[in-house]
T-cell receptor, first 111, second 113 residues
Framework: GNSVTQMEGPVTLSEEAFLTINCTYT??????LFWYVQYPGEGLQLLLK?????DKGSNKGFEATYRKETTSFHLEKGSVQVSDSAVYFC??????????FGAGTRLFVKA | GAVVSQHPSWVICKSGTSVKIECRSL??????MFWYRQFPKQSLMLMAT?????????EQGVEKDKFLINHASLTLSTLTVTSAHPEDSSFYIC?????????FGSGTRLTVV
């Protein structure tokens, strides 16, 4: 079946450090891939998405490239800020509305 | 943008009692809402798909008599955990599909003691 695996957290970085959160997936067909972010006390928000192979989603300095050959959608940011501290969820949707989420990765950014 | 309001954000209840969680779409009509459950350090697990005016569709392994879902209007879906037990303690979160994407509620932390 379809599944999403993302790196376990927490990830702790200093401000301005480079961020990578790994995400790999298993799916039949050609899923759409997403990154969601959940800030403390808030709901999940869509951060970025990619709908086909080699697409790059980007938003707020975050980027992720849909790599079909490695079934990956790693999240990156060149210089993190304290305000990026949150939980990040990788997700896929393969037909219909049903979305499958990874376990989430908590990011702490220190000043 | 679209907002989904989920209430309460946290609740503590005694074993054997029932708890209702509400999810409202504030500025749009949601014909379909989704209910998820998240255990610590695990994925969000889809429990059921709630359809306005009809019965909810439950995922395999989810007890429909335990987790009652009602979607009586285009702006409100409710999840009632009946006869709650400590193993029902979890984080419950709803979402709605709108404008080509999902909008999530802020979640409800349920603790059954």
């Amino acid at each position: 079946g379809n599944s999403v695996t993302q790196m376990e957290g927490p990830v702790t970085l200093s401000e301005e450090a480079f961020l990578t959160i790994n995400c790999t997936y298993t799916a039949t067909g050609y899923p759409s891939l997403f990154w969601y972010v959940q800030y403390p006390g808030e709901g999940l928000q869509l951060l970025l998405k990619a709908t086909k192979a080699d697409d790059k989603g980007s938003n707020k300095g975050f980027e992720a490239t849909y790599r079909k050959e490695t079934t990956s959608f790693h999240l990156e940011k060149g210089s993190v800020q304290v305000s990026d501290s949150a939980v990040y969820f990788c997700a896929l949707r393969a037909g219909g509305f049903k979305t499958i989420f990874g376990a989430g990765t908590r990011l702490f950014v220190k000043a | 943008g679209a907002v989904v309001s989920q209430h309460p954000s946290w609740v503590i209840c005694k074993s054997g009692t029932s708890v209702k969680i509400e999810c409202r779409s504030l500025d749009f009509q949601a014909t379909t809402m989704f209910w998820y459950r998240q255990f610590p350090k695990q994925s969000l697990m889809l429990m059921a798909t709630s359809n306005e005016g009809s019965k909810a569709t439950y995922e395999q392994g989810v007890e429909k008599d335990k987790f009652l879902i009602n979607h009586a209007s285009l702006t409100l879906s409710t999840l009632t955990v009946t006869s709650a037990h400590p193993e029902d303690s979890s984080f419950y979160i709803c979402s709605a599909w709108t404008d080509g994407g999902y909008t999530f509620g802020s979640g409800t932390r349920l603790t059954v003691v």
